[in-house]
């Protein structure tokens, strides 16, 4: 998986703790965040609302069916994009119908 570069900020005393963290553990400040972020988003991919909200975001054209596969695995995105596309297919069907 490649990497991309990304800037932001944050608070001065996180920095602080990041630095601290990464001169006891042996790492750099990257690795850090990168290691406390990847645990983030283990914790919150496991919890059912989380999952619920990121179909709702395919749902509705938010994110592209390679994210959702990333977030709720192969399989079930499969059945998700396939349940979108006879939910579209409808949604024309009927727009369709409401222009005769």
């Not at 602080?16 to 983030?40: G, H």
């Not at 695995?73 to 949604?91: C, F, M, P, W, Y």
């Amino acid at each position: 998986m490649g990497s991309t570069r990304v800037n932001f900020r944050l608070p001065e005393e996180l920095i602080q703790k990041a630095d601290v963290a990464a001169e006891v553990s042996k790492k750099n400040r990257t690795e850090i965040v990168k290691e406390a972020l990847q645990e983030y988003l283990d914790d919150i991919e496991g919890d059912e609302k989380f999952k619920e909200a990121v179909v709702e975001l395919y749902l509705n054209d938010q994110i592209r069916f390679e994210v959702l596969k990333e977030f709720i695995g192969r399989q079930d995105a499969e059945s998700v994009r396939a349940s979108k596309t006879i939910l579209d297919q409808g949604e024309d069907l009927a727009d369709d119908l409401a222009g005769l």
